[in-house]
């Protein structure tokens, strides 16, 4: 808890469950470099915390990481194409991490979309990269967040 704690010093968004990770990568963004840092760090506090008996759950940090990620992705798109909006980024990075994680490509979508009021105008880049990350993960593991720690019991 020591060292979540100095690296929540550098980071505080860190802390909670990453909502507000998700909440400023929806609306600005941030800068590549914390960006960057976030999308490393939240997974690892995230397994830190519930390695060492803190409570917790999985998705909302899973939903920020991916959130991060996809602003990432963005903010260093825009630097190649000026004006393109990073929180539109950040909404398919946070349904494509969703997706492959839980492996519920449709449930991705769904909750997403509900959670962003963002309507259907992001809805084909959104299953484009659903799909992909779902196909992906599946290949690689197969195993949801939630399966798979039913299988470390």
Known sequence: MLALGLIGIQYP??????????????LSGGGLALLAALFVLKPLVTSMCL????????FTPTL????????FLGEAWSLAWPGSPV????????AAMIGASMQA????????????????????PM????????ALARHLDGYSIYSARLEAL
């Open 64 to 71: 920020s990481t991916g959130a991060a990620l996809g602003a």
């Open 127 to 134: 299953m484009a990269a659903v799909v992909t990350a779902t």
């Open 51 to 58: 390695w060492t008996g803190g409570s917790g759950g999985l």
């Open 105 to 124: 490509p449709l449930t991705a979508l769904a909750l997403v979309l509900e959670l962003t009021h963002s309507g259907f105008q992001m809805m084909v």
């Open 87 to 94: 929180g539109s980024f950040a909404m398919v990075g946070a």
């Open 13 to 26: 968004q860190l802390f909670g469950n990453g909502n507000d990770i998700a909440h400023s990568a929806f």
